[in-house]
C-alpha cells in the first residue's frame, strides 16, 4: 500500500472513492451495527444514508499507482481460474466465488499445483473443492480472497501468470472448471444365495440405484445369483449382450474362500484394474474393464457406509475417466472416513 494515501473529504465529494474505516448506524433501542465495511466503495445513494448518522465528512483511500482493491484483486483472480461450466459473480469483502453452472450433478475440476502456486504468493488466498468432488448448480467450487485492503497489483498479475501458463498447457482450460456427468444405464447383479432364495431382503438393490439416481444415471435391470462362480460369469455376459453403460456387482467380495464374486469377475474376461482400494470404508472394491465396459464389484460396506471408494470413483466414470491403477493407488491419502 506504498502510493495509497488516506484523505478526508466531504460527503458529496466522495462518490467513487473508497471508505478506509467501518461506520456504523445506532438506532436507539432497535439497532447498532454496521452500516458501511471498510472498502465499501461509495455511490450516490449512500450519501443520504451517511447523512442520516451525521457524517459531513469522511476518510478514503485514494489508490496509489501499482495498489489494487481487494474487490477488484479478488474479480480478476476469478476471472483468470474460471474455466468450462463456472461463473462467477460480483465481488464481496475482498472475495468472489466461483461456482458450478451446470444443472444437475458435475465433477469438480481443480489442479491442485497452481492452488499451492497461487496461495504461496502472500496476501491473497484461494480456497478449492478438492479436484473430483460432486458439485451442483450454483455450489462453490472456489472463492479468491484477497487479505488486506488493498493489494499490489503484481500480486494479481502474478496470478494471472500461473493461470495463463496452465491454460497453455491444457488446450485454454482454467485451473477451475467442472464436468458434466454421463447418463448411464446400468446392469446390477446381487450375489448370495440367503438373497437369491428369499432368506433375507436385498439391501443392496435400493441404496445402489439411489446412488446412481442421485448422479443423474439409473440401474436398468437387477439380477440375483446364488453363490455360484458360473452363474455370476452368465449374468455378467447377460449385462455385456444388453450394452448396459456399467456393470456392479455386489456381494461375495471378501476373501472368504466361499465368496465367489471376485474370481467370477476375472473368469467373465474382465481386465482388473485393481481389487482392494487404500481407502475405509471401501478397502474390498474391485474394479476392472470388460469389453471396455466398467465392472464394478461391490463389498458390504456400501449398503451401510454414506460413504465409501464406490463414492469417489462412481463419479469419474460417470465423468468419463478412464480409470487406471495409479488413480486407485492414490486414493490413501484422506481416504481414511471416520
Same mark, same amino acid.
Given at each position: 500500500?506504498?502510493?495509497?494515501?488516506?484523505?478526508?473529504?466531504?460527503?458529496?465529494?466522495?462518490?467513487?472513492?473508497?471508505?478506509?474505516?467501518?461506520?456504523?448506524?445506532?438506532? *436507539?433501542? @432497535?439497532?447498532?451495527?454496521?452500516?458501511?465495511?471498510?472498502?465499501?466503495?461509495?455511490?450516490?445513494?449512500?450519501?443520504?444514508?451517511?447523512?442520516?448518522?451525521?457524517?459531513?465528512?469522511?476518510?478514503?483511500?485514494?489508490?496509489?499507482?501499482?495498489?489494487?482493491?481487494?474487490?477488484?484483486?479478488?474479480?480478476?483472480?476469478?476471472?483468470?481460474?474460471?474455466?468450462?461450466?463456472?461463473?462467477?459473480?460480483?465481488?464481496?469483502?475482498?472475495?468472489?466465488?466461483?461456482?458450478?453452472?451446470?444443472?444437475?450433478?458435475?465433477?469438480?475440476?481443480?489442479?491442485?499445483?497452481?492452488?499451492?502456486?497461487?496461495?504461496?504468493?502472500?496476501?491473497?488466498?484461494?480456497?478449492?473443492?478438492?479436484?473430483?468432488?460432486?458439485?451442483?448448480? %450454483?455450489?462453490?467450487?472456489?472463492?479468491?480472497?484477497?487479505?488486506?485492503?488493498?493489494? *499490489?497489483?503484481?500480486?494479481?498479475?502474478?496470478?494471472?501468470?500461473?493461470?495463463?501458463?496452465?491454460?497453455?498447457?491444457? %488446450?485454454?482450460?482454467?485451473?477451475?472448471?467442472?464436468?458434466?456427468?454421463?447418463?448411464?444405464?446400468?446392469?446390477?447383479? @446381487?450375489? %448370495?444365495?440367503?438373497?437369491?432364495?428369499?432368506?433375507?431382503?436385498?439391501?443392496?438393490? *435400493?441404496?445402489?440405484?439411489?446412488?446412481?439416481?442421485?448422479?443423474?444415471?439409473?440401474?436398468?435391470?437387477?439380477?440375483?445369483?446364488?453363490?455360484?462362480?458360473?452363474?455370476?460369469?452368465?449374468?455378467?455376459?447377460? !449385462?455385456?449382450?444388453?450394452?448396459?453403460? #456399467?456393470?456392479?456387482?455386489?456381494?461375495? #467380495?471378501?476373501?472368504?474362500?466361499?465368496?465367489?464374486?471376485?474370481?467370477?469377475?476375472?473368469?467373465?474376461?474382465?481386465?482388473?484394474?485393481?481389487?482392494?482400494?487404500? #481407502?475405509?470404508?471401501?478397502? #474390498?472394491?474391485? !474394479?476392472?474393464?470388460?469389453?471396455?465396459?466398467?465392472? !464394478?464389484?461391490?463389498?458390504?460396506?456400501?449398503?451401510?457406509?454414506?460413504?465409501?471408494? !464406490?463414492?469417489?470413483?462412481?463419479?469419474?466414470?460417470?465423468?468419463?475417466?478412464?480409470?487406471?491403477?495409479?488413480?486407485?493407488?492414490?486414493?490413501?491419502?484422506?481416504?481414511?472416513?471416520?
Amino acid at each position: 500500500m506504498s502510493g495509497t494515501v488516506l484523505r478526508e473529504v466531504k460527503v458529496e465529494d466522495a462518490v467513487g472513492l473508497v471508505l478506509a474505516h467501518d461506520l456504523t448506524q445506532i438506532l *436507539p433501542g @432497535t439497532f447498532k451495527g454496521r452500516l458501511f465495511r471498510k472498502g465499501h466503495r461509495v455511490t450516490e445513494a449512500d450519501i443520504p444514508k451517511l447523512k442520516d448518522i451525521g457524517k459531513e465528512h469522511l476518510y478514503v483511500l485514494d489508490l496509489g499507482e501499482g495498489d489494487l482493491h481487494e474487490d477488484d484483486a479478488a474479480l480478476r483472480m476469478a476471472a483468470a481460474l474460471a474455466g468450462s461450466h463456472t461463473v462467477f459473480g460480483e465481488p464481496h469483502e475482498g472475495k468472489t466465488a466461483i461456482k458450478s453452472a451446470l444443472a444437475g450433478p458435475a465433477l469438480s475440476v481443480v489442479a491442485k499445483p497452481v492452488v499451492d502456486e497461487i496461495n504461496a504468493l502472500g496476501e491473497i488466498a484461494l480456497a478449492t473443492l478438492v479436484d473430483g468432488q460432486v458439485v451442483r448448480e %450454483g455450489e462453490t467450487v472456489a472463492a479468491t480472497r484477497v487479505i488486506p485492503l488493498v493489494v *499490489p497489483a503484481a500480486k494479481v498479475a502474478a496470478v494471472e501468470a500461473i493461470a495463463e501458463r496452465y491454460r497453455a498447457a491444457h %488446450g485454454g482450460e482454467g485451473p477451475v472448471s467442472v464436468r458434466p456427468l454421463r447418463k448411464l444405464r446400468a446392469g446390477l447383479l @446381487t450375489t %448370495g444365495t440367503e438373497v437369491y432364495s428369499g432368506r433375507i431382503a436385498d439391501k443392496f438393490g *435400493p441404496v445402489v440405484s439411489a446412488k446412481l439416481e442421485a448422479l443423474g444415471s439409473e440401474v436398468a435391470e437387477q439380477r440375483f445369483a446364488p453363490d455360484d462362480r458360473q452363474t455370476i460369469v452368465n449374468h455378467i455376459h447377460y !449385462f455385456l449382450e444388453q450394452r448396459y453403460d #456399467m456393470i456392479l456387482v455386489s456381494g461375495g #467380495m471378501s476373501v472368504d474362500p466361499d465368496d465367489r464374486t471376485p474370481g467370477a469377475i476375472a473368469d467373465a474376461g474382465a481386465d482388473i484394474v485393481s481389487y482392494g482400494t487404500p #481407502m475405509l470404508p471401501g478397502s #474390498m472394491l474391485l !474394479f476392472g474393464y470388460i469389453r471396455g465396459v466398467p465392472i !464394478f464389484g461391490l463389498p458390504g460396506c456400501v449398503m451401510h457406509d454414506p460413504f465409501t471408494s !464406490f463414492d469417489v470413483l462412481l463419479p469419474r466414470v460417470l465423468a468419463g475417466d478412464v480409470i487406471v491403477a495409479e488413480q486407485i493407488a492414490a486414493m490413501g491419502y484422506g481416504g481414511l472416513h471416520r
